[in-house]
T-cell receptor
Framework: AAGVIQSPRHLIKEKRETATLKCYPI?????VYWYQQGPGQDPQFLIS???????DKGSIPDRFSAQQFSDYHSELNMSSLELGDSALYFC??????????????FGPGTRLTVL | AQSVTQPDIHITVSEGASLELRCNYS??????LFWYVQSPGQGLQLLLK??????LVQGIKGFEAEFKRSQSSFNLRKPSVHWSDAAEYFC???????????FGTGTRLQVTL
């Protein structure tokens, strides 16, 4: 079965640079979530989109922005990168519509290293 | 606000032994509950989920979990652990359709041969 695709898998940036992470949800899924996982920590929710509209917002810095496009893929844009942004960034997708379908499936993650 | 507590940061079991990982939650109603497993540097794989109905749920890889409303718990169990089960296990909840997941801090499972 098709899974969530994230690209790139690894990214190395310098401080103050920008980065763009991409997420392609499971086909037919209409909701996308972004999570950040620091070393040895649990994933923290950043932002989510349902039918191309922002549906919820967590602890996402103002330097970060995201959107969901007409084909349901999503991009997380990160500017003025800081050392503390180094983390694993996960995308998850789900199909809204009730408990039986509304389960989040995670991609493999993008490991961002800021030097 | 909702929260998830996993009291055990690290657990070591022998291969073939039984396993129970604890998870407690705090939420004003019955949440949707999940267990995910993560191998080092990898993504999160769904093991099982509870929405309603039968309080004992079966998952993949021989795992099961039991929802106990009176104890606000959703403990994960496996009767016989395999070396390949060594990983980080996260309990999580959300509160409805298209809502964010709130994770516990995780339990790292080590399996000795």
């Amino acid at each position: 079965a098709a899974g969530v695709i994230q690209s790139p898998r690894h990214l190395i940036k310098e401080k103050r640079e920008t980065a763009t992470l991409k997420c392609y949800p499971i086909p037919r899924h209409d909701t996308v979530y972004w999570y950040q996982q620091g070393p040895g920590q649990d994933p923290q929710f950043l932002i989510s989109f349902y039918e191309k509209m922002q549906s919820d917002k967590g602890s996402i810095p103002d330097r970060f922005s995201a959107q969901q496009f007409s084909d349901y893929h999503s991009e997380l844009n990160m500017s003025s990168l800081e050392l503390g942004d180094s983390a694993l960034y996960f995308c998850a997708s789900s199909l809204a519509g009730g408990p039986s379908t509304d389960t989040q499936y995670f991609g493999p993650g993008t490991r961002l290293t800021v030097l | 606000a909702q929260s998830v507590t996993q009291p055990d940061i690290h657990i070591t079991v022998s291969e073939g032994a039984s396993l129970e990982l604890r998870c407690n939650y705090s939420y004003g109603a019955t949440p949707y509950l999940f267990w995910y497993v993560q191998s080092p540097g990898q993504g999160l794989q769904l093991l099982l989920k509870y929405f309603s109905g039968d309080t004992l749920v079966q998952g993949i890889k021989g795992f099961e979990a039991e929802f106990k409303r009176s104890q606000s718990s959703f403990n994960l169990r496996k009767p016989s652990v395999h070396w390949s089960d060594a990983a980080e296990y996260f309990c999580a909840l959300n509160t409805g359709t298209a809502s964010k997941l709130t994770f516990g801090t995780g339990t790292r499972l080590q399996v000795t041969l």
